[in-house]
């Protein structure tokens, strides 16, 4: 039996590893673990064991972190699946295979600055991205386009209808999905907008899983609370909706900021509104220089499949005229999923599977 460890650094980390998870236990042979860092937020903690426990793969945890991190070392897995870097380097023993499976597909230069040596195999979402790493001098790189989004791809995410239901919303309205990023985000400057929308709309909004759960971004989930607390017509992702996948199902359009959401809403050919503002720290507005040195600028000029909102006032009429001409980009963002997002056909993860089972096989023969 073949011990596999997913250590998730968050919670919203999982839905890249769910896919996969479903694949290994299909070919079986397959003993299967998750962990999360002790250093999360507790609700964030329960949030995942409770998530773990349906997809029926074992929990390690412990009292503290370091004791999590010599536990997880001592159990010498076969294989460790990761979302970052982290402790990666010092959970895995000798023999272990190492996976990155990156958290995001977005704009920020983290995708090229979390790396290790010790990476064996890193799952790339698309060939553009594997020009990029190749050139970086990346050796592990295996194209198996975004496991995340095989569950769009083949069928298994849910119907839609489920989640207006659960929203409350009438289906006979336009569903409009808005999802910011933590930081630099728009929603403090989005937000006000929203509720003037909602007499012919319905409008979810996703928050990143840090508004939740981190001290410091806490405020945006205590804002959106307020506004939508009134509004029937709005609905407010609660914490343990971390995947986001039925939600982009559900929603005809997408807004959005520099998110990893702008690229893996693409999958669904269906009309994005980019935010061009955002409220960003005091530093940053003084020395704008520090925050443009974390987003990748090369990637952020290339997006070109979006309908742009620079001002938030202008939010109700952008939207209507989306509304009333959805396929006005629809070549222009098919030519986008093909060069972001490789094969959309709902193998992502069996094709990393396929990756870790050679060189699984090239290790046994050492």
Known sequence: MTSVLFECHHLYYLPHFTPIIHVLKQRGGYSVSASIPKTVAVREQLLFAEAVAKLDVELFTAGDEATRVDLLAA??????????????????????????????????????????????IRAVECEQRFRELQNRGETSIVLTGLTKLDPLADGSVGASEKILEECGFSPELPTILYAPTFYPSSLEKLLPEIPGLTQDMNIIIKLHNFSWHQKRYRFQSEEAMRVTERDENIYLVPPDGFDILPYYAAAEILISDISSTLFEYLALDRPIIQTM??????????????LSSRID??????????????????????????????????????????????????????????????????????
Not at 277 to 288: A, D, G, K, M
């Open 75 to 120: 159990q010498k897995f076969d294989v460790v699946v990761a979302g970052n870097i982290g402790k990666l380097e010092e959970i895995v023993a000798d023999h272990s295979v190492a996976v990155m499976v990156y958290h995001g597909i977005g704009v920020k230069m983290s995708y090229y600055r979390d790396m290790s040596a010790r990476v064996d």
């Open 277 to 290: 503002f955002s409220s960003p720290r005091l530093r940053h507005r003084f020395f704008p220089w520090r």
């Open 297 to 366: 600028e090369a990637r952020t000029a290339e997006i070109d499949f979006t309908h742009r909102l620079a001002e938030p006032e202008n939010l109700e009429v952008t939207l209507r005229i989306v509304l009333n001409n959805p396929g006005v980009m629809s070549k222009v963002r098919q030519r986008a999923a093909e060069e972001f997002l490789y094969k959309l056909d709902g193998r992502a993860s069996h094709r990393l599977v396929d990756a870790v089972e050679t060189k699984l096989t090239e290790r046994n023969r050492l």
